[in-house]
Structure formats: structure tokens, C-alpha cells
């Protein structure tokens, strides 16, 4: 007697990749990679006009928009100064290139990811910004308010190219989610603080700097304070920030927060270390010019850091996720493995 064949049951087709669910990037790697390359140029000019400064090259075009009243560029009679300054102008055409590439580059999917194409005009229109007020900073002989205003709006640009960079990482997944926040309830205070008191303490390193000896220029004046008290002053939020991020630590550890919150506050601890470092050692080495260009990287970098760190603690869709690659692999061979029972 022949037994009937049993019939074989099919092998489950493959899982489609579903951007809605999906652990991939939501994104092209053209769009992180120009997102990455906003906030690393950003900073990068924060360099190059500090040379600028420090190399009292701030005049050596001595005219906006040209470089004298009669020649758009630098001239030999101009010197090294009148090349660092137009140097530093021709740098803002290498950022506006990443800005408008970062535009084109989710123009397409404008409707779908507004948050990109809108953070990446905001970055873009930071740049005429700046053009216009380095121009009020020559015209005005380096005034050391505006030359500190200056400063301040490449900050805010750097803030906005940190949030662009993490939103341009989004999953999938994580762009359909709308969840808590990683910092806890006790927590969030703590990343707030964080976040004020790192701009109380850039804003008043602007002031110090605009108390110091150096102006841009020889004769450039100076802000007429007292640059021993603003110091001193300067360091209280330092001291602060320092406590604030204990604490942070302190219940991310003893709380276990998740992993990316626990990075970032790492990241932000080591910057804000080094640059306190770079900052007393500049102080007491009477500023040397080396180490304020370091402490001016670092000021751009603990700035960025800080951003990340209130990103990563209060935005609701946070690059990255709980569940590991290998976790997601596992999965998938438990998948195979259980169709492979099914068909045994």
C-alpha cells in the first residue's frame, strides 16, 4: 500500500525591507554623508577665522565685499595679512557648495522628511548671515561686540548641523516611532542645564576674548573690561557644567539609561575637560596663540557635544535603537530556523 506524498509546505518568501519598520538608514548615504560635512565645515571656519584673529590678519582686507575699494581680491602690497583674510572669505564658498548640495541633496524628498530639507535650509541661510555680519565687522574696525556676535551665530549654526546630522541617521524605524525620551524624568533638568549653562559659558569666553590682547588688527579696540574679573566670571558656569555633568553620569549609570544617552554624555565629559585644560593652561601661559586656536576648537566642539547630548536626551526619534545588529541577526536565523522545522 503506497502512502500519499505529504505535501511540502512553501518556504516563506523573504521579508521585504519597509521603510516605516525598517533598522537600515531612512536616508542616502549622500544625504549623511553632506549632513556630516555641514557640521564639520561649520567648525572648521570657526578655525580658519580664528587664524583670522589670532594672526592679526582681521584688516588685511581692509573692505567689504571687496578686499580694497578697487580690487575684489588681495593684492601683493596687502601681504600675508591680506591673504589669511581673503583666504578666510573664499572658505565661505566652499560651506555655501555643502549648503546648497545638502538642499539639493532632499529637495526630492522634501514632503516626505520636511525636518531634513528645513534643517538644511536653516544652515544654508546661516551663511549670507555671517557674510553680512563680517561685513559690519570690518566696517565697524573690528568692534569686539560683533566680532563676538560673529562667533556666537557660528554656534547656533553648529547646533543646527548636529541636529541635522542626527535626524539624517534616523532608521526607518525610528523616524515612524514617537517615543519617550532617553533622560528620565530627574534627568531632563540636568540635560537643560547642561544645555544653558555651556551657552552661559561661550558667550562669556566671547566677552573674554573681547578683553584680551588679541584683536584682529593692532589697532582694533578692545571691549574696555576687565580682563582678570570676566575670567574669573567665565569659569563659575564652567565649574557648574562640570557638577551638572556628574550628575548626568552619576543617573545614567546608576539608572542604566540607554547606551546612545550614555555615549553622548561621555563624548561631551571629554571635550569639556580637555577644553577647561586648554583654557587654564592658555590663561597662565598668558595666551599663547597655539592654545587659544585650540581653546577656539574646543569651544566649537563642546558646543556641538552639548547639542548631541540635549538631542539625544530629549528628541523623541534618536538614531540607532536598543536592539543590537547581532540581536536582528539572531532573529533572522531564528526565522530560517523555524521555517526549515516547518518544512522538515
Known amino acids: 500500500m503506497e502512502l500519499a506524498p505529504v505535501p511540502k509546505t512553501p518556504a516563506p518568501a523573504p521579508a521585504t525591507r519597509n521603510p516605516e519598520t525598517s533598522t537600515g538608514p531612512a536616508t542616502s548615504r549622500l544625504v549623511r554623508s553632506l549632513a556630516v560635512a555641514t557640521l564639520v565645515a561649520n567648525i572648521g571656519i570657526v578655525v580658519t577665522g580664528g587664524a583670522v584673529r589670532l594672526?592679526?590678519?582681521g584688516l588685511g582686507c581692509p573692505e567689504w565685499p571687496l578686499c580694497t575699494p578697487d580690487s575684489l581680491i588681495t593684492t601683493p602690497e596687502m601681504g600675508v595679512h591680506?591673504?589669511?583674510e581673503f583666504g578666510n572669505r573664499l572658505l565661505t564658498f566652499v560651506l555655501a557648495a555643502i549648503a546648497f548640495a545638502m538642499?539639493?541633496?532632499?529637495?526630492?524628498a522634501r514632503s516626505a522628511r520636511p525636518d531634513l530639507f528645513w534643517l538644511s535650509v536653516a544652515a544654508l541661510a546661516g551663511i549670507p548671515a555671517q557674510a553680512l555680519i563680517g561685513g559690519i565687522t570690518v566696517w565697524t574696525g573690528l568692534n569686539p561686540w560683533v566680532v563676538g556676535l560673529h562667533f556666537i551665530v557660528s554656534m547656533v549654526i553648529i547646533c543646527v548641523a548636529v541636529v541635522l546630522v542626527n535626524r539624517a541617521w534616523l532608521s526607518g524605524s525610528r523616524l515612524a516611532a514617537a517615543e519617550a525620551p532617553l533622560a528620565?524624568?530627574?534627568?531632563?533638568?540636568?540635560?537643560w542645564a547642561i544645555?544653558?549653562?555651556s551657552a552661559i559659558t561661550v558667550i562669556l569666553g566671547v566677552i573674554v576674548t573681547g578683553s584680551g590682547p588679541h584683536a584682529g588688527d593692532h589697532g582694533a579696540a578692545r571691549n574696555n573690561l576687565d580682563p582678570d574679573l570676566v575670567t574669573r566670571l567665565h569659569v563659575v558656569p564652567v565649574y557648574l557644567l562640570v557638577f551638572a555633568v556628574a550628575v548626568a553620569l552619576y543617573l545614567v549609570y546608576r539608572r542604566g539609561a540607554d547606551r546612545r544617552l550614555r555615549r553622548s554624555l561621555l563624548i561631551f565629559t571629554v571635550v569639556l575637560l580637555a577644553q577647561a585644560v586648554i583654557g587654564y593652561t592658555q590663561h597662565f601661559l598668558h595666551l599663547p596663540i597655539v592654545l587659544v586656536?585650540?581653546?577656539?576648537?574646543?569651544?566649537?566642539?563642546m558646543t556641538a557635544?552639548?547639542?548631541h547630548v540635549v538631542y539625544t536626551g530629549l528628541s523623541r526619534k534618536v538614531p540607532g535603537g536598543a536592539v543590537s545588529e547581532a540581536a536582528v541577526s539572531d532573529a533572522a536565523v531564528s526565522g530560517a530556523a523555524s521555517g526549515d522545522a516547518a518544512r522538515g
Not at 103 to 108: L, Q, Y
Not at 184 to 191: A, D, H, I, W, Y
Request: proline content about 3%.
Open 184 to 191: 528620565g524624568r530627574t534627568l531632563r533638568p540636568v540635560v
Open 82 to 84: 591680506g591673504i589669511i
Open 195 to 197: 544645555a544653558v549653562l
Open 55 to 57: 594672526t592679526a590678519s
Open 103 to 108: 538642499v539639493a541633496s532632499v529637495w526630492k
Open 305 to 307: 557635544a552639548a547639542a
Open 293 to 301: 586656536a585650540l581653546h577656539m576648537l574646543g569651544a566649537s566642539m
